[in-house]
Nanobody, 119 residues
Framework: QVQLVESGGGLVQPGGSLRLSCAAS????????VGWYRQAPGKQRELVAN???????NYADSVKGRFTISRDNAKNTVYLQMNSLKPEDTGVYYC?????????????WGQGTQVTVSS
């Protein structure tokens, strides 16, 4: 059974920084694409950033230059460094990954971590 567990969310003032972590555990052979998504109140979930196995990364226009996605493959962990945070970055942040296990392959999601940007 594969689990993704996010951590690092919290309350931060505008202009501040947070680093989110997402640790995958279980019978994992490999983790291919990984991504961070967020959902603000009353809005649809949106892609914030993703990283595929080749190392290529993509970012939503709204976070380019402020957020950085990175991976530690040895630890099966993905990070999202968020700088210069704005109130509109508030939401629940979820990580997702396409993972190959002994039983097959599929998409997995974490439970989410709340990020609130407010003075």
């Amino acid at each position: 059974q594969v689990q993704l567990v996010e951590s690092g969310g919290g309350l931060v003032q505008p202009g501040g920084s947070l680093r989110l972590s997402c640790a995958a555990s279980g019978s994992i052979f490999s983790i291919n694409a990984v991504g961070w998504y967020r959902q603000a109140p009353g809005k649809q979930r949106e892609l914030v950033a993703n990283s595929i196995s080749s190392g290529s990364t993509n970012y939503a226009d709204s976070v380019k230059g402020r957020f950085t996605i990175s991976r530690d493959n040895a630890k099966n962990t993905v990070y999202l460094q968020m700088n210069s945070l704005k109130p509109e970055d508030t939401g629940v942040y979820y990580c997702a990954a396409f993972i190959v296990t002994g039983a097959g392959r599929g998409n997995y999601w974490g439970q989410g971590t709340q990020v609130t940007v407010s003075s």
